[in-house]
Nanobody, 115 residues
Framework: VQLVESGGGLVQPGGSLRLSCAAS????????MTWYRQAPGKERDLVAD????????NYADSVKGRFTISRDNAKNTVYLRMNNLKPEDTAVYYC?????????WGQGTQVTVSS
């Protein structure tokens, strides 16, 4: 299993970014996917998750109405669209899947929201 995130960067408050996570090594369309984030000195927290078909999504309260998780099963990719970014969204964002009773994480992508 391999998960490769991309799309992070430095953005001003109020700006937008779209993160991508390219997955391989498993049947992507059969598994739910999750985005987590970890800010410096804090625990890793769930941001959003999506069912295998994309028909069900779930968000942390702190990002509801600003972030949108989606997936393209033809491209084995899950996305996180982040709008109206705030300084408190600054973190390393990780893609996650649980496959065959094992936890798999990507390497993470840094998102920094600062003026």
């Amino acid at each position: 299993v391999q998960l490769v995130e991309s799309g992070g960067g430095l953005v001003q408050p109020g700006g937008s970014l779209r993160l991508s996570c390219a997955a391989s090594g498993f049947t992507f369309s059969s598994y739910g996917m999750t985005w987590y984030r970890q800010a410096p000195g804090k625990e890793r927290d769930l941001v959003a998750d999506i069912s295998n078909t994309g028909g069900s999504t779930n968000y942390a309260d702190s990002v509801k109405g600003r972030f949108t998780i989606s997936r393209d099963n033809a491209k084995n990719t899950v996305y996180l669209r982040m709008n109206n970014l705030k300084p408190e969204d600054t973190a390393v964002y990780y893609c996650y899947v649980r496959w065959r009773a094992q936890n798999y994480w990507g390497q993470g992508t840094q998102v920094t929201v600062s003026s």
